[in-house]
């Protein structure tokens, strides 16, 4: 079935580094992707989100990329910060706006 | 302005009560979405209104569950003859729009079934 889901589980970073994270979806006629934010004990937080038709979007501090040739979605964050630790959704939208979440990465930003 | 609302934030229940959780929604807002997070996954879609239309309702895992927003407004999602299963975060979302607009989530009632 269609599903979206996260390389990695876990990802570690000095704080001040640069942090990646990954998605892979499989819908390929999907076209508009969301990341969330959730920390403990709150409800997800949007981030930033993309659309088909572009494959760079830029916001403060994070970026978005989308490859739909490989059906790829990344975050990066800029300068990692403690308060970024954190765990990280890619969401998928599906028809009528319901959202297909991935699994999740947590981030740890060391001090 | 409110973001959206949940309550209660905490809910335990004995195997076999019903539970109501209730969600305010954004004012105005037109779609409200419910989810069901277990501990270390993702959300994982219930059922979505359109005002007081509920137009998808896929992702019930039972008919013991059940939704309304009679009002296109205030949502309730009830849970009857709880099991140990439906432990989990049940979150609330809302958005102005219709499809692929930004959802604001609420902090979520967590379910403890013992």
């Known amino acids: 079935g269609e599903s979206v889901g996260l390389h990695l589980p876990t990802l570690s970073v000095q704080e001040g580094d640069n942090s990646i994270i990954n998605c892979a979806y499989s819908?390929?006629?999907?076209?508009?992707f969301i990341w969330y934010k959730q920390e403990s004990g709150k409800g997800p937080q949007f981030i930033i989100d993309i659309r088909s038709n572009m494959d760079k979007r830029q916001g403060q501090r994070v970026t978005v990329l989308l490859n739909k040739t490989v059906k790829h979605l990344s975050l990066q964050i800029a300068a990692t910060q403690p308060g970024d630790s954190a765990v990280y959704f890619c969401?998928?939208?599906?028809?009528?706006?319901?959202?297909?979440f991935g699994q999740g990465t947590e981030l740890s930003v060391k001090p | 302005g409110a973001g959206v609302s949940q309550s209660p934030r905490y809910k335990v229940a004995k195997r076999g009560q019903d539970v109501a959780l209730r969600c305010d929604p954004i004012?105005?807002?037109?779609?409200l979405f419910w989810y069901q997070q277990a501990l270390g996954q993702g959300p994982e879609f219930l059922t979505y209104?359109?005002?007081?239309?509920?137009?998808?309702k896929s992702g019930l895992p039972s008919d013991r569950f059940f939704a309304e927003r009679p009002e296109g407004s205030v949502s309730t999602l009830k849970i009857q003859r709880t099991q140990q299963e439906d432990s989990a975060v049940y979150l609330c979302?809302?958005?102005?729009?219709?499809?692929?607009?930004?959802?604001?989530f609420g902090p979520g009632t967590r379910l403890t079934v013992t």
């Open positions: 819908n390929s006629a999907s076209d508009y």
């Open positions: 979302a809302s958005s102005s729009g219709l499809g692929a607009y930004e959802q604001y």
């Open positions: 969401a998928e939208n599906m028809e009528g706006g319901k959202l297909i």
């Open positions: 004012s105005g807002h037109v779609s």
């Open positions: 209104f359109q005002n007081e239309a509920q137009l998808d």
